[in-house]
């Protein structure tokens, strides 16, 4: 049986590379999904790639920032689905300008955090009355692996974004238990997409970050997508509150 059979889910950030490997998964095994993008054609893309497997997706742009694009592309996803019952909160920013707070630009902060985290927060708040009406379901929220750890390379206004959306996972599961929705977060490490490949610029800045992994590899988009895919099924139907991390062992490995 499939992990997600007549599951309805948004998610968000769904044209990029961790969304579309997340909303191609989640069709695969079973759902129907909204995928939402503030770029409209990489979300028409993901549904053009899901359709060609036959699965079922509507692509939906919105800005997770503005609060009303978040309440409209709500609506039109459970006017599209009939309903629906899993939210994974993917879309976000990590710009490789963010260094240091000691050298921290106000700007660049705020709007970090106004993707990151108030998009976090609008999308759950139109989408959570919806999962109450169909009698519960899954949350999944997109945290990091830095709001465990520090980092000798600073991302302060990422990193502190992820923090707070841990933070807020919990306070959401604490909430959202008795109508039975499940809140849940995955924090990643490095996972090797595009923009994360610039971080690492060289053969020996990848050769350094990866001593520190006891798998001996970055994870791919897949990975996540794995891991959400689970926090959404119901095989993890007495796991709330929690923030799983993804990272092939770094946050184990004192070196």
Sequence with gaps: MMQ??????????????LGRASSLLFAREGAAVAVVDIDGA?????????GAEGGTAVAITADVREESQVERAVLEAVDALGGLDTLFNN?????????????GDL????LISSINLD???????????????????????????LAVLGCTYPQDAYAASKGAISA???????????????????????IMTAHVEQFFPDPEAR??????????????????AGLACFLASDAASWLTGQIVVLDGGISSNYL
């Design 119 to 145: 998009g976090t927060m609008l999308c759950s708040k139109y989408a959570v009355p919806h999962i109450v009406a169909a009698g519960g379901g899954a949350v999944v929220n997109m945290s990091s692996f």
């Design 168 to 190: 807020l996972t919990r306070s959401m599961a604490v909430q959202l238990g008795a109508s039975g929705i499940r809140v849940n977060a995955l924090a990643p490490g490095p």
């Design 91 to 103: 879309a976000g920013i990590m710009p490789h300008q963010d260094e240091s707070f000691l050298d």
């Design 207 to 224: 050769r350094i970050r990866l001593e520190r992994v006891p798998l001996g590899r970055f994870g791919q988009p897949e990975d996540a």
């Design 42 to 50: 990489a979300a028409d893309e993901s549904v053009r790639l899901i």
């Design 4 to 17: 997600l059979e007549g599951k309805r889910a948004l998610i968000t950030g769904a044209g990029g590379a």
């Design 107 to 110: 700007e660049l902060w705020h």
